[in-house]
């Protein structure tokens, strides 16, 4: 049984910093692509960064410049490092990750339980 569990989010003024992380644990073969999503109340969910086995990244444009996205394979770890945060990135924040379970098994997709990120004075 593969589980995601975030970490990181909490209450941060306009201007702050914040970083989040993902952890997956059970039993995986290999992770391809580790992304973080937000969904802010009212909206349809959204990519805000992604990155590779390989690790190239894409980011939203909306967080481009402010956040970064980076892994640690080892720990089967994806962190968002989010600087210059502003009310417009209250949301809450999702891990999904892109795996295998065995060698010459097909993908699968797991999402994380979202951890909340509020940006207020």
């Known amino acids: 049984q593969v589980q995601l569990v975030e970490a990181g989010g909490g209450l941060v003024q306009p201007g702050g910093s914040l970083r989040l992380s993902c952890a997956a644990s059970g039993s995986i073969f290999s992770i391809n692509v580790m992304g973080w999503y937000r969904q802010a109340p009212g909206k349809q969910r959204e990519l805000v960064a992604g990155i590779t086995r390989d690790e190239k990244t894409n980011y939203s444009d909306s967080v481009k410049g402010r956040f970064t996205i980076s892994r640690d394979n080892a720990k089967n770890t994806v962190y968002l490092q989010m600087n210059s945060l502003n009310p417009e990135d209250t949301a809450v924040y999702y891990c999904?990750?892109?795996?295998?379970?065995?060698?010459?098994?097909?993908?699968?997709?797991?999402w994380g339980q979202g951890t909340p990120v509020t940006v207020s004075s």
């Open positions: 999904k990750y892109i795996l295998r379970l065995d060698r010459r098994g097909p993908e699968y997709q797991y």
